[in-house]
C-alpha cells in the first residue's frame, strides 16, 4: 500500500513538473495499475480463502 502511495505521488510530481516526462508518467502509471491489480488479486484470494474456512466450518 505504502508503496503504491509513494508511486502515486511520484506521478503527481511528474506530471505537474515544468517539462513533463512523458516516458516516465507511462511508466509509473504502468507500475500503479500493476500494483492496483495485484491487490485485487491478493482481495479475492483472501475472501474465497475466508469462504471456504466459513464453509469448513458449517
Do not use: F, V
Request: aromatic content about 2%.
Amino acid at each position: 500500500m505504502q508503496r503504491m502511495q509513494e508511486e502515486q505521488q511520484r506521478l503527481n510530481r511528474l506530471e505537474q513538473g515544468l517539462r513533463p516526462d512523458y516516458d516516465a508518467i507511462e511508466t509509473s502509471t504502468r507500475n500503479l495499475g500493476e500494483r492496483q491489480q495485484k491487490m485485487n488479486e491478493r482481495h479475492i484470494e483472501m475472501r474465497r480463502r475466508m469462504q471456504e474456512a466459513l464453509e469448513r466450518d458449517d
